[in-house]
Nanobody
Framework: QVRLVESGGGLVQPGGSLRLSCAAS????????MSWYRQNPGKERELVAR????????NYANSVKGRFTISRDNAKNTVYLQMNNLKPEDTAVYYC???????WGQGTQVTVSS
């Protein structure tokens, strides 16, 4: 059974930072690309960042380049999203995704507001 559990969301002021984590189980994490998506009500889910394995190559949405960093720890079966210089428009529910059976986590809310 594939399981993706996100954590690390919360309320932060503009310019602040958060680090999201996604703990994975039920599949071979070390050979799977992993992605972070985000979604707001009434809008489509959008790709934020992706990281491949084993090369670790990354790609980002233009809106987060230079501010967000995706990384992974294959020994811990965990993927991270470091988010710096957060803006109000980054407010969304953030989801972890693996292409293995097209599996999603339950999401974690990020709210950027003063």
């Amino acid at each position: 059974q594939v399981r993706l559990v996100e954590s690390g969301g919360g309320l932060v002021q503009p310019g602040g930072s958060l680090r999201l984590s996604c703990a994975a189980s039920g599949f071979t994490f070390s050979t799977s690309s992993m992605s972070w998506y985000r979604q707001n009500p009434g809008k489509e889910r959008e790709l934020v960042a992706r990281i491949t394995s084993p090369s670790g190559s990354t790609n980002y949405a233009n809106s987060v380049k230079g501010r967000f960093t995706i990384s992974r720890d294959n020994a811990k079966n965990t993927v991270y999203l470091q988010m710096n210089n957060l803006k109000p428009e980054d407010t969304a529910v953030y989801y972890c995704y693996t292409p293995y059976r097209g599996s999603w986590g339950q999401g974690t809310q990020v709210t950027v507001s003063s």
